[in-house]
Protein backbone atom coordinates (compact mmCIF):
# COMPACT_ATOMS: atom_id res chain seq x y z
CA UNK A 1 0.00 0.00 0.00
CA UNK A 2 1.46 3.44 -1.04
CA UNK A 3 2.28 5.31 1.60
CA UNK A 4 2.77 9.59 1.27
CA UNK A 5 3.94 11.48 3.84
CA UNK A 6 2.23 15.18 4.15
CA UNK A 7 4.63 17.82 6.22
CA UNK A 8 2.65 20.37 7.85
CA UNK A 9 5.03 23.61 8.00
CA UNK A 10 4.96 24.19 11.55
CA UNK A 11 5.22 22.77 15.05
CA UNK A 12 1.66 21.77 16.14
CA UNK A 13 -0.45 19.83 19.03
CA UNK A 14 -1.84 16.52 18.02
CA UNK A 15 -5.24 18.37 17.97
CA UNK A 16 -4.42 21.59 15.43
CA UNK A 17 -2.26 18.56 13.32
CA UNK A 18 -5.67 16.87 13.07
CA UNK A 19 -7.56 20.11 11.88
CA UNK A 20 -4.60 19.76 8.79
CA UNK A 21 -6.04 16.30 8.37
CA UNK A 22 -9.38 17.46 7.74
CA UNK A 23 -8.16 18.15 4.41
CA UNK A 24 -8.24 14.46 3.09
CA UNK A 25 -12.42 14.70 3.58
CA UNK A 26 -12.24 17.55 0.70
CA UNK A 27 -11.14 15.22 -1.84
CA UNK A 28 -11.73 11.48 -3.18
CA UNK A 29 -8.40 9.02 -2.93
CA UNK A 30 -8.21 5.24 -3.36
CA UNK A 31 -7.93 2.90 -1.20
CA UNK A 32 -5.31 1.67 -1.21
CA UNK A 33 -3.31 4.75 -0.64
CA UNK A 34 -2.61 6.12 3.17
CA UNK A 35 -1.07 9.95 4.27
CA UNK A 36 0.44 10.42 7.50
CA UNK A 37 1.14 14.25 8.59
CA UNK A 38 4.01 14.94 10.29
CA UNK A 39 4.75 18.75 11.50
CA UNK A 40 8.26 20.50 11.52
CA UNK A 41 10.12 19.95 14.64
CA UNK A 42 10.93 23.78 14.41
CA UNK A 43 10.69 26.74 12.35
CA UNK A 44 9.40 30.05 11.95
CA UNK A 45 6.39 31.71 13.32
CA UNK A 46 5.19 32.63 10.01
CA UNK A 47 6.06 32.91 6.59
CA UNK A 48 6.53 36.80 6.58
CA UNK A 49 10.29 37.62 5.52
CA UNK A 50 12.82 36.17 3.77
CA UNK A 51 14.25 35.25 7.37
CA UNK A 52 11.10 33.36 8.10
CA UNK A 53 11.20 31.26 4.08
CA UNK A 54 14.74 30.46 5.06
CA UNK A 55 13.96 28.84 8.40
CA UNK A 56 11.18 27.27 6.30
CA UNK A 57 13.16 25.78 3.71
CA UNK A 58 15.37 24.33 6.40
CA UNK A 59 12.98 22.91 8.77
CA UNK A 60 10.96 21.25 5.63
CA UNK A 61 13.90 19.80 4.23
CA UNK A 62 14.91 18.12 7.85
CA UNK A 63 11.17 16.52 8.07
CA UNK A 64 11.32 14.68 4.77
CA UNK A 65 14.91 14.14 4.15
CA UNK A 66 14.58 10.43 4.95
CA UNK A 67 10.81 10.08 3.61
CA UNK A 68 12.35 7.44 1.18
CA UNK A 69 14.12 5.12 3.78
CA UNK A 70 11.15 5.29 6.28
CA UNK A 71 9.07 3.67 3.62
CA UNK A 72 7.05 6.50 1.46
CA UNK A 73 6.52 6.54 -2.09
CA UNK A 74 5.65 10.31 -1.90
CA UNK A 75 5.90 13.94 -0.15
CA UNK A 76 3.55 16.49 -0.03
CA UNK A 77 4.17 19.64 1.39
CA UNK A 78 1.56 21.42 3.57
CA UNK A 79 2.08 24.63 2.70
CA UNK A 80 1.12 27.12 -0.79
CA UNK A 81 4.54 28.15 -0.77
CA UNK A 82 6.25 25.29 -1.95
CA UNK A 83 9.24 25.79 1.04
CA UNK A 84 11.64 23.09 0.61
CA UNK A 85 10.41 21.49 -2.68
CA UNK A 86 13.79 21.88 -4.50
CA UNK A 87 15.81 20.63 -1.70
CA UNK A 88 13.83 17.52 -0.86
CA UNK A 89 13.87 17.08 -4.56
CA UNK A 90 17.37 16.56 -4.93
CA UNK A 91 17.72 14.31 -1.86
CA UNK A 92 14.75 12.37 -2.39
CA UNK A 93 13.72 9.76 -5.70
CA UNK A 94 10.65 9.61 -4.68
CA UNK A 95 7.67 12.54 -5.95
CA UNK A 96 7.91 15.72 -3.87
CA UNK A 97 4.48 17.51 -4.71
CA UNK A 98 4.39 21.29 -3.65
CA UNK A 99 0.59 22.32 -3.58
CA UNK A 100 1.73 26.30 -5.13
CA UNK A 101 3.36 25.93 -8.34
CA UNK A 102 0.56 22.83 -9.07
CA UNK A 103 -2.15 24.93 -7.94
CA UNK A 104 -1.34 27.77 -10.62
CA UNK A 105 -0.53 25.46 -13.34
CA UNK A 106 -3.82 23.43 -12.81
CA UNK A 107 -5.56 26.65 -12.80
CA UNK A 108 -4.32 27.34 -16.37
CA UNK A 109 -5.72 23.80 -17.26
CA UNK A 110 -9.11 25.22 -16.07
CA UNK A 111 -9.18 28.79 -17.57
CA UNK A 112 -7.30 31.97 -18.87
CA UNK A 113 -6.10 34.05 -15.51
CA UNK A 114 -6.12 33.11 -12.21
CA UNK A 115 -6.64 35.04 -8.90
CA UNK A 116 -5.02 34.44 -5.74
CA UNK A 117 -7.31 34.88 -2.27
CA UNK A 118 -4.72 35.21 0.91
CA UNK A 119 -5.54 36.44 4.20
CA UNK A 120 -3.33 38.96 4.64
CA UNK A 121 -0.46 41.16 2.93
CA UNK A 122 2.36 39.89 4.50
CA UNK A 123 2.03 36.85 2.44
CA UNK A 124 2.13 38.53 -0.96
CA UNK A 125 6.11 37.90 -1.33
CA UNK A 126 5.45 34.21 -1.66
CA UNK A 127 3.21 34.11 -4.26
CA UNK A 128 5.17 36.99 -6.05
CA UNK A 129 8.11 34.33 -6.48
CA UNK A 130 6.42 31.22 -7.41
CA UNK A 131 4.80 33.81 -10.21
CA UNK A 132 8.28 34.99 -11.89
CA UNK A 133 9.57 31.70 -11.25
CA UNK A 134 6.85 30.35 -13.66
CA UNK A 135 6.68 33.17 -15.95
CA UNK A 136 2.63 33.63 -14.96
CA UNK A 137 2.70 37.37 -13.85
CA UNK A 138 0.47 38.07 -17.49
CA UNK A 139 -1.78 34.93 -15.99
CA UNK A 140 -1.92 36.24 -12.46
CA UNK A 141 -5.30 38.59 -12.54
CA UNK A 142 -4.49 39.43 -8.78
CA UNK A 143 -3.73 38.91 -5.45
CA UNK A 144 -6.05 39.85 -3.01
CA UNK A 145 -6.10 40.07 0.95
CA UNK A 146 -8.91 40.52 3.43
CA UNK A 147 -6.90 41.73 5.77
CA UNK A 148 -6.20 39.27 9.03
CA UNK A 149 -3.90 37.42 10.21
CA UNK A 150 -4.56 33.71 10.08
CA UNK A 151 -3.84 31.34 12.59
CA UNK A 152 -1.33 28.45 11.45
CA UNK A 153 -2.29 26.13 14.66
CA UNK A 154 -6.25 26.81 14.94
CA UNK A 155 -6.36 27.73 10.95
CA UNK A 156 -9.97 29.35 10.58
CA UNK A 157 -12.28 27.40 13.26
CA UNK A 158 -14.53 29.82 15.08
CA UNK A 159 -13.73 32.58 13.00
CA UNK A 160 -16.00 31.21 10.15
CA UNK A 161 -18.68 33.69 10.65
CA UNK A 162 -16.46 36.41 10.21
CA UNK A 163 -14.31 35.29 8.18
CA UNK A 164 -16.02 33.35 5.01
CA UNK A 165 -18.19 36.54 4.31
CA UNK A 166 -14.58 38.74 3.70
CA UNK A 167 -13.63 36.14 1.23
CA UNK A 168 -16.44 35.77 -0.56
CA UNK A 169 -16.43 39.38 -1.36
CA UNK A 170 -12.79 39.68 -2.05
CA UNK A 171 -13.57 36.65 -4.18
CA UNK A 172 -15.69 38.56 -6.41
CA UNK A 173 -13.77 41.32 -6.82
CA UNK A 174 -11.19 38.93 -8.49
CA UNK A 175 -13.29 37.75 -10.68
CA UNK A 176 -15.58 41.30 -11.45
CA UNK A 177 -12.79 43.73 -11.09
CA UNK A 178 -9.37 41.91 -12.06
CA UNK A 179 -10.72 39.10 -14.89
CA UNK A 180 -10.03 36.01 -12.67
CA UNK A 181 -11.94 32.90 -13.80
CA UNK A 182 -10.23 30.62 -11.68
CA UNK A 183 -9.76 31.38 -7.79
CA UNK A 184 -6.80 29.90 -5.34
CA UNK A 185 -7.05 29.74 -1.88
CA UNK A 186 -4.04 31.30 -1.09
CA UNK A 187 -2.77 28.71 1.92
CA UNK A 188 -3.80 25.48 2.81
CA UNK A 189 -4.39 27.13 6.53
CA UNK A 190 -7.61 28.50 4.46
CA UNK A 191 -8.91 25.13 3.50
CA UNK A 192 -12.31 25.31 5.83
CA UNK A 193 -13.46 28.27 4.08
CA UNK A 194 -13.01 26.47 0.37
CA UNK A 195 -16.69 24.51 0.43
CA UNK A 196 -18.21 27.91 1.14
CA UNK A 197 -16.21 29.91 -1.40
CA UNK A 198 -17.04 27.43 -4.20
CA UNK A 199 -20.82 27.02 -3.72
CA UNK A 200 -21.49 30.50 -4.54
CA UNK A 201 -18.45 31.67 -6.48
CA UNK A 202 -19.38 30.91 -10.71
CA UNK A 203 -15.29 29.86 -11.11
CA UNK A 204 -13.82 26.83 -10.15
CA UNK A 205 -11.80 27.38 -6.34
CA UNK A 206 -8.81 25.20 -6.01
CA UNK A 207 -8.17 23.79 -2.95
CA UNK A 208 -4.50 23.39 -2.77
CA UNK A 209 -3.75 20.78 -0.02
CA UNK A 210 -6.13 18.27 -1.60
CA UNK A 211 -5.07 18.74 -5.13
CA UNK A 212 -1.40 17.83 -3.97
CA UNK A 213 -2.86 14.79 -2.58
CA UNK A 214 -4.40 13.81 -5.83
CA UNK A 215 -1.36 14.53 -7.92
CA UNK A 216 0.83 12.19 -5.31
CA UNK A 217 -1.70 9.74 -6.38
CA UNK A 218 -1.63 10.09 -9.66
CA UNK A 219 2.20 10.30 -9.58
CA UNK A 220 2.45 6.77 -8.06
CA UNK A 221 0.29 5.44 -10.63
CA UNK A 222 2.05 6.68 -13.42
CA UNK A 223 5.26 5.87 -12.66
CA UNK A 224 6.73 9.60 -12.19
CA UNK A 225 8.89 11.50 -10.37
CA UNK A 226 11.00 14.94 -10.86
CA UNK A 227 13.55 14.97 -13.16
CA UNK A 228 17.56 14.47 -12.32
CA UNK A 229 18.19 17.06 -14.86
CA UNK A 230 16.35 19.55 -13.36
CA UNK A 231 17.16 18.41 -9.10
CA UNK A 232 20.27 17.36 -9.11
CA UNK A 233 21.55 15.19 -6.40
CA UNK A 234 23.96 17.01 -3.89
CA UNK A 235 27.93 15.73 -3.90
CA UNK A 236 28.59 15.52 -0.18
CA UNK A 237 25.12 15.47 1.48
CA UNK A 238 24.86 16.66 4.82
CA UNK A 239 21.96 14.97 6.83
CA UNK A 240 23.46 14.15 9.49
CA UNK A 241 24.42 18.03 10.10
CA UNK A 242 20.93 18.85 9.39
CA UNK A 243 19.52 16.77 12.09
CA UNK A 244 22.44 18.35 14.52
CA UNK A 245 21.15 21.55 14.06
CA UNK A 246 17.36 21.04 13.89
CA UNK A 247 17.69 18.52 16.86
CA UNK A 248 19.16 21.36 19.34
CA UNK A 249 16.11 23.31 19.32
CA UNK A 250 13.62 23.06 21.62
CA UNK A 251 9.92 23.23 19.43
CA UNK A 252 7.67 25.49 21.02
CA UNK A 253 4.07 23.77 21.92
CA UNK A 254 1.38 24.03 19.76
CA UNK A 255 -1.72 25.25 21.17
Given at each position: ????????????????RRQREQQLDAVELGPDIVFHFRPVRAGPANYTSEHDSVLADLSILD??????????????????????????RSVLDIPVIGPGRASMLTALM???????????????????KSILELGLTWRCASV???????????????????????????????????????????????HQAHA?????LPVPVI??????YKLAEAALALKLTHSRKAFAKPVAPKLDMIDAMLGAVVPPSGG
Open positions: MPKVLVIVPFPMSEANAGKRAQEEGYDAVCIDTMSDSGLAALLGERFSILIMWDRWKHLYKRSIGIEPSNQSLLAGKEEEVFPLLLAAARRCIDEDGADVILLGSTTMYLRDRNPGPLS
